[in-house]
Antibody, heavy 122, light 107 residues
Framework: QVRLQESGPGLVKPSGTLSLTCAVS?????????WTWVRQPPGKGLEWIGE???????NYKPSLKSRVTISVDKSKNQVSLKLISVTAADTAVYYC???????????????WGQGTLVTVSS | EIVMTQSPATLSVSPGERATVSCRAS??????LAWYHQKPGQAPRLLIY???IRATDIPARFSGSGSGTEFTLTINSLQSEDFAVYYC?????????FGRGTKVEIK
């Protein structure tokens, strides 16, 4: 059974860097899957941030692209998210999820991690 | 980016009744559409992909239909565990986008 577990600091200062990891178990990160980050501000909807294939190929939401980096650590079977220059608008629950690969094309998200709340505040 | 518009924002339904949630895409996404539900304090869970294919272990009372720009999620005979927020998501083009959600609440 594939499981994803997010972890990282729950509080980040404005203008600082948000760094999260997603530990993947039950499947090697090098299989034909894309690893995705999605966030959800408190009381609001879901926002796709970006995704990565184990080869290093990435896709990012254009409005976040200048601030986001998603990477993989094959030795640890983990995916990481880094978001720089954060503001209060980046306060959200951050989820990692697997996007199934279909003909080299990332598709639906399943499963999802439980999510981790990151608050941006001084 | 493709805008996904869900309606209604809130749907009040009695247990045992049917709920229908609509999702419209601002341009065609073929059948590259998924539905998720999210219960309070939990992560979203995949219900439907390919617009109409039920995910593993999803009960038959959930069904999806549509293609192009118009999609529907139908939940027959609502159970207590079905009261949640439902989201559609397109995975046809980048960036991937979600609808704003439809809250299905107990009437």
């Amino acid at each position: 059974q594939v499981r994803l577990q997010e972890s990282g600091p729950g509080l980040v200062k404005p203008s600082g860097t948000l760094s999260l990891t997603c530990a993947v178990s039950g499947v090697s990160i090098t299989t034909s899957n894309w690893w995705t980050w999605v966030r959800q501000p408190p009381g609001k909807g879901l926002e796709w941030i970006g995704e990565i294939f184990h080869s290093g190929s990435t896709n990012y939401k254009p409005s976040l692209k200048s601030r986001v980096t998603i990477s993989v650590d094959k030795s640890k079977n983990q995916v990481s998210l880094k978001l720089i220059s954060v503001t209060a608008a980046d306060t959200a629950v951050y989820y990692c999820a697997r996007a199934r690969d279909y003909a080299d094309f990332p598709t639906w998200l399943d499963p999802w991690g439980q999510g981790t709340l990151v608050t941006v505040s001084s | 980016e493709i805008v996904m518009t869900q309606s209604p924002a809130t749907l009040s339904v009695s247990p045992g009744e049917r709920a229908t949630v609509s999702c419209r895409a601002s341009e065609s996404v073929s059948v590259n559409l998924a539905w998720y539900h999210q219960k309070p304090g939990q992560a979203p869970r995949l219900l439907i992909y390919g617009a109409s294919i039920r995910a593993t272990d999803i009960p038959a009372r959930f069904s999806g239909s549509g293609s192009g720009t118009e999609f529907t999620l139908t939940i027959n005979s609502l159970q207590s565990e079905d009261f949640a927020v439902y989201y559609c998501q397109q995975y046809d083009k980048w960036p991937r986008t979600f609808g704003r959600g439809t809250k299905v609440e107990i009437k």
